[in-house]
């Protein structure tokens, strides 16, 4: 008997083999996704441990070591010639350099107007001396510019004649802690040539310097404010509105107590001197603020120490002059609560209240240079007896006068505050005093984060290779 034939056989046969093969593609390509989706979390985890490591590395202290450029006006006085009258300079130094390096002084010109026409390509040759001690530059203890000015267009009398401003290294003598600047102390410090329309030269004007403001420039050597530190601090005042802005340097002495002992308040005495020429001026008449001044200092080296403030009374202040500091020193208090030894730096100072708190001061001035001040060291010595018992648990009515466990916190990690015209937030003063709840976003935070992206990925990457092992 002949077997018939049955086509349907091979048909589902081969429908099957399709089937599983699609479904082995789509398997393949559901993996290489899920690859993919792994990598790019790999790869994101890994971005955010750079980032973590990034911002834990950078510090608000490393990012106020950074010099600041000091400034001085010199008023010249020009006996003869187109530039007869006053001409202004200003010259720069940094705050500090390193040991071994040079230190760049720039030269430029404020002012330096003719009284007459000069026409195009007029030629001005400048030559100056300045001053320079602790440092040894080509031409010995004076630094001298020597500069060729073209005029590429006519300039009108009384206008401002554009010189490019030059910078000269003093080169550091060796063993030198600090460099000092000033005008070359002779009847004439600065020269000027002027040859008209590029034709006959005229006589030459010299010109005699003035009182400089301030006196002297010094860059500090190697310093990082050390007991080598310098008392000139520096500040940009902001106030009362945010276009009134000075920059203010105070020489600041600050006296340590000698009896400071853990969980007992105690006293840093602040007292400050205006650098001539440098002192911080009132509002114009019409904005008036109030005649108290609150400073800072900012303190290291003892955990929960980081700051002492103070308020005083500045006297009368008298629209656009300069407004007085105290007379006798400011008291900046503060309390540790362990036993230790301090690094303590002048920090912020602020004038004025605009509020009955003091939280609001009329002109905000934050110290720019706070590598470089002058560090003292304080030494706190352990607590006698236990602390005083908190209000919540003592039960006698003759308890200690001195400052519970409670108060001692609070001015220990805030200013002093809470009434009484006294600022109640610590300012950013120095590089070490921590940034606190000020700072952002925690570092860790982006590390712990990177950290689980990237084991999530090497477990999803250990899975697909296990199904994959185990399929073959």
């Not at 590029?198 to 005699?208: K, Q, W, Y």
């Not at 009955?356 to 001040?373: H, L």
Request: hydrophobic residues 35%; positive net charge.
């Amino acid at each position: 008997m002949t077997k018939d034939w049955d086509p349907v056989t091979p048909v589902a046969v081969g429908h099957l083999l399709c089937l599983e093969r699609r479904e082995t593609v789509q398997k393949s390509k559901a993996r290489r996704r899920l690859a993919l989706k792994t990598s790019a979390l790999g790869l994101a985890g890994t971005l955010a441990l750079f980032v973590g490591s990034i911002a834990g590395l950078a510090s608000p202290a490393e990012a106020q070591a950074a010099a600041v450029d000091k400034t001085m006006t010199i008023p010249f006085t020009c006996q003869s010639g187109p530039f007869a009258g006053t001409v202004d300079v200003k010259v720069t130094m940094p705050d500090t350099v390193a040991t071994g390096a040079t230190v760049p002084i720039k030269w430029e010109f404020v002012s330096l107007k003719p009284n007459q026409v000069l026409p195009a390509q007029t030629k001005i040759d400048i030559e100056a001396d300045f001053d320079v001690t602790g440092a040894a530059s080509a031409t010995g203890t004076d630094l001298n510019w020597d500069q060729t000015v073209t005029l590429a267009a006519e300039v009108a009398s009384g206008a401002n004649v554009t010189v490019q401003a030059k910078t000269v290294d003093g080169k550091v003598t060796t063993g030198a802690t600090s460099v000092t600047g000033k005008p070359v102390p002779t009847t004439s410090s600065l020269w000027l040539t002027v040859t008209p329309g590029g034709g006959t030269p005229l006589p030459e004007t010299s010109c005699v310097a003035g009182t400089p403001n301030p006196a002297t420039l010094t860059t500090t050597v190697g310093g990082t404010g050390g007991g080598t530190g310098e008392d000139t601090v520096s500040y940009r005042c902001t106030g009362p509105t945010t276009s009134d802005v000075q920059n203010v340097q105070i020489k600041v002495e600050l006296t340590m107590p000698t009896t400071a002992k853990a969980n007992e308040q105690f006293s840093i005495g602040w007292k400050g001197t205006y650098v001539t020429g440098q002192e911080l001026k009132a509002p114009a008449a019409g904005t008036t603020i109030s005649p108290k001044i609150f400073a800072y200092a900012t303190l290291s080296g003892i955990a929960g120490l980081t700051s002492a403030t103070g308020e005083g009374t500045t006297g009368t202040i008298t629209a656009g002059q300069a407004i007085p500091l105290p007379t006798s020193a400011v008291s900046l208090k503060t309390t540790a609560s362990t036993a230790g030894t301090a690094t303590v730096k002048p920090g912020n100072v602020n004038f004025g209240s605009n509020s009955a708190t003091g939280t609001d001061p009329g002109i905000k001035c934050e110290i720019q240079n706070a590598a470089s001040v002058k560090s003292y060291t304080l030494t706190v010595a352990a607590a006698t007896g236990s602390p005083s018992p908190s209000p919540s648990t003592s039960t006698s009515t003759s308890a200690s006068p001195k400052p519970t466990r409670t108060v001692t916190a609070t001015v220990t990690q805030t200013p002093v505050g809470g009434g009484k015209g006294k600022v109640t937030k610590t300012p950013k003063g120095a590089a070490e005093t921590g940034g606190g709840g000020d700072m952002g976003p925690d570092g860790r935070m982006f590390v712990l984060t990177g950290s689980l992206v990237v084991l999530a990925a090497a477990a999803g990457g250990l899975v697909l290779r296990r199904r994959s092992v185990s399929r073959g």
